[in-house]
Nanobody, 119 residues
Framework: QVQLVESGGGMVQAGGSLRLSCAAS????????MGWFRQAPGKEREFVAR????????YYVDSVKGRFTISKDNGKNTVYLQMNSLKPEDTAVYYC????????????WGQGTQVTVSS
């Protein structure tokens, strides 16, 4: 049974930083991709970043390039999202997700963690 548990959300002023964590368990397929998504009130969920577990390859949406960094800790089966220079428009519920490397859709999702950036 796959479980993804996010933590690290909170409230921060614009320009501040937060680090989100996603602890994964039960991922028996390999290789797999871990992703971060976010959903702001009244908006659709959007992709933020992803990392391929076996080779560490990363990809970001343009709006967070240079500010956010996705990384992983193989020993802890945990993926991180370091968010710097936060803006009010980064306010959203952030979700961790997982998929098999060859799959087009993310089939496993965490419960989400709220990030609020005040101006």
């Amino acid at each position: 049974q796959v479980q993804l548990v996010e933590s690290g959300g909170g409230m921060v002023q614009a320009g501040g930083s937060l680090r989100l964590s996603c602890a994964a368990s039960g991922l028996t397929f390999s290789p797999y991709v871990m992703g971060w998504f976010r959903q702001a009130p009244g908006k659709e969920r959007e992709f933020v970043a992803r990392i391929t577990w076996n080779d560490g390859n990363t990809y970001y949406v343009d709006s967070v390039k240079g500010r956010f960094t996705i990384s992983k800790d193989n020993g802890k089966n945990t993926v991180y999202l370091q968010m710097n220079s936060l803006k009010p428009e980064d306010t959203a519920v952030y979700y961790c997700a997982a998929r098999a490397s060859g799959s087009s859709g993310y089939g496993y999702w965490g419960q989400g963690t709220q990030v609020t950036v005040s101006s």
